[in-house]
DNA sequence: GAAAAAGGCAACTTTTTAGTTGCATGTTTC
DNA sequence: GAAACATGCAACTAAAAAGTTGCCTTTTTC
């Protein structure tokens, strides 16, 4: 399947997981494929820790993360299929446009 | 500039503009390169006129579609290079990830 | 085994977002 | 020029999201 790409139904949640600053500078940090614990990925924020956890949570929700427990801390890691999936459905958007510039360009010749 | 990518704060509003089923649904109709007026797209919704309205604002507001006015209505478009930076923002994590990948795989062998 | 560290749970406030209704304005069409 | 069409504007409601505080449980560390 060249062109399956979910429905917008199905898509939008993951974009709207994705369109909060957060989020999106968690996503950013766990993309070097390294796992962290909330309080290590509350660090770096003035949110406190709570509001972090929230954030993973919905992360979570989508699939866009997965988590597991290491003893007293619980370590989150990028799913990058569904950063893939994400990207896919963009990537379909912009081929459909290509495509019909092409035959535009086609039928004027 | 291979990885220039957006900031995450300047990123996700755009996500956040794809992430209603609504607007990614405005989206994908107009990527076939038409430009439809505001009545066209209100057509095959059970939301009101101006709701649709109101998320095509949105979605201009984040330069996804651009509008003109053509007599009594107003046509909008989508804008391309928009989707193409989304896009390239979740290329850019993706890739991110898989270079960390191989780094892995190279220090294990 | 007591203190510190990491986290879970729940209630609550505030802000934003989605959507509606009602009415006014500019354009076409007869 | 009147009716129909396309849209704009503003006020309002309802629901969801973001964030906080307070307290309780489990795991480590000395």
Redesign the interface.
């Known amino acids: 399947m060249l062109n399956p790409s979910l429905s917008?139904?199905a898509?939008?949640?993951?974009?709207?997981?994705?369109?909060?600053?957060t989020?999106?500078?968690l996503?950013?940090r766990l993309?070097?494929?390294?796992a962290r614990s909330i309080a290590r990925l509350s660090e770096d924020t003035d949110l406190t820790r709570q509001a972090v956890t929230k954030h993973l949570k919905v992360l979570e929700g989508v699939g866009l993360v997965s988590s597991t427990r290491s003893g007293r801390e619980s370590l989150f890691a990028?799913q990058?299929e569904t950063?893939?999936a994400?990207?896919d459905y963009?990537?379909s958007?912009?081929r459909?446009?290509?495509d019909?510039?092409g035959r535009?360009r086609a039928f004027v010749e």
Chains 1, 2 share one sequence.
Do not use: K, T
């Open positions: 917008p139904d898509a939008a949640p993951l974009f709207a997981a994705l369109g909060d600053p989020r999106l500078s996503v950013r993309s070097d494929g390294e990028l990058p950063v893939g994400a990207r963009l990537a958007v912009s459909q446009w290509d019909a510039l535009l």
